[in-house]
């Protein structure tokens, strides 16, 4: 069974810091691409950041650079390091695993809500 169970979302100030973790299990986690995205209430889910089995990433381009993703094969665990945080970062933050033609697979996502 494949689970991605994201962790780390809360309350942060303008400003501030945090980063989200998303633990898998079940799936060969070294040939996955891994991403993040994020929705907010009345929008479409955004990709943000992706990161290929090779450490490659890619950024959107709202992102600039205040956000990095990373991964750690040997945890099966993706990483999003969030920096300077502005209240439109305000969303549900969720992980994906991305392998074709394997399959797509999304965790359940994370609240972060960024107010003073």
């Known amino acids: 069974q494949v689970r991605l169970v994201e962790s780390g979302g809360g309350l942060v100030r303008p400003g501030g810091s945090l980063r989200l973790s998303c633990a898998t299990s079940?799936?060969?986690?070294?040939?996955?691409?891994m991403g993040w995205a994020r929705q907010a209430p009345g929008n479409l889910r955004d990709v943000i950041a992706t990161i290929t089995p090779a450490g490659t990433t890619n950024y959107a381009g709202f992102v600039t650079d205040r956000f990095t993703i990373s991964r750690d094969n040997a945890k099966t665990t993706v990483y999003l390091q969030m920096n300077r945080v502005e209240p439109e970062d305000t969303a549900v933050y969720y992980c994906?695993?991305?392998?074709?033609?394997?399959?797509?697979?999304w965790g359940q996502g994370t609240q972060v809500t960024v107010s003073s």
């Open positions: 079940g799936v060969d986690f070294s040939s996955y691409t």
């Open positions: 994906y695993a991305n392998r074709v033609p394997t399959g797509h697979f």
